[in-house]
């Protein structure tokens, strides 16, 4: 038996979709190749389809109305859906997966291992980007990110991959210029790298030391932790740093961790793609190898 759906003309869909993320009827036909009252007769056909209007027309454009937004939600995923099903059809889905990430997890873990995900998928090109900006998905040309958080950013899957443990790290010749750091009191009386990072508060806290004195050095911020790290090795102060991105220096004794104590926030490093993208194959592929790759950071 054949299952009449009600459907809109997939035209007006598309155009809708565009319009809806534009909030501008100009703009959304220049990025379509259309005119705008081509454009504007689209929108007209869909709200007399649906019978609500689904934008508010104001001065400066357009915005969404009540029911408009909860549609367009709609529309995108649904086009998403269909733009990689017809893809995977076609044969061409999993040409290239464009990842942004940020650089510590960039430079201590996916350049190292990215090698084993490309030869167990060789019909998947990597093209990847390190940033520290959040990547807009609508408009940057992305598949995946990699974050650096408490996995809740609103329209995305979140995967969890590597949970923020951190603990002092230095040079050994920094630790012997003191003759050696064997309490955390001994840390003191060293350069601190990024002093003012609320994890530092945290673990001296945790070493029975909540008197010290952590007060803000702005030449003293370094940013993404392997900066820190860098500079840590160079005997320049010790860095606060997650132990699992530096085993390399650690195993070769370029950077020291001189305590076991190694305390844990709520965020970690995400894997995050929109939720209207969750059944593309190329991201489903990617996750899982990422995931099993990760396995083991996580416990």
Not at 56 to 65: D, F, M, P, Q
Not at 117 to 145: K, Y
């Amino acid at each position: 038996m054949m299952v009449r759906r009600a459907l809109p003309p997939l035209s007006a869909i598309r155009v809708f979709e565009e319009a809806a993320r534009c909030k501008n009827f100009t703009l959304a036909a220049d990025k379509l190749g259309m005119t705008q009252a081509a454009v504007s007769y689209q929108i007209k056909v869909l709200e007399e389809r649906v019978g609500a209007p689904l934008f508010v027309r104001e001065a400066r454009g357009v915005s969404l109305s009540e029911v408009g937004a909860g549609f367009a939600a709609k529309a995108t995923e649904a086009l998403n859906i269909l733009s990689d099903g017809f893809a995977e059809a076609k044969g061409t889905s999993q040409e290239t997966l464009a990842i942004s990430v940020i650089p510590t997890f960039a430079t201590n873990f996916l350049a190292q291992h990215l090698g084993s995900f490309q030869m167990e998928n060789p019909n998947i090109a990597v093209r990847v980007e390190v940033s520290e900006t959040l990547t807009d998905f609508s408009s940057s040309g992305f598949d995946v990110g990699i974050r650096g958080g408490r996995g809740d950013w609103r329209g995305l899957s979140s995967h969890l991959l590597i949970p923020n443990r951190y603990t002092p790290m230095l040079s050994r010749h920094l630790a012997d210029s003191i003759g050696g750091v064997r309490t955390p009191k001994d840390l003191l009386r060293l350069p601190i790298l990024s002093r003012s990072d609320p994890w530092w508060a945290h673990w001296l806290s945790a070493a029975g030391l909540d008197d010290a004195d952590m007060s803000n050095d702005a030449r003293q911020h370094f940013g993404p932790q392997i900066l820190e790290a860098n500079a840590a090795i160079a005997g320049k102060g010790v860095a606060m740093l997650t132990p699992a991105f530096f085993r390399g220096e650690l195993s070769s004794g370029r950077l020291i961790k001189p305590f076991e104590l190694t305390c844990q926030d709520d965020s970690g490093y995400w894997l995050v793609y929109p939720e209207s993208h969750r059944h593309s194959q190329k991201i489903r592929t990617f996750r899982k190898w990422l995931l099993a790759a990760t396995k083991d950071w996580r416990h």
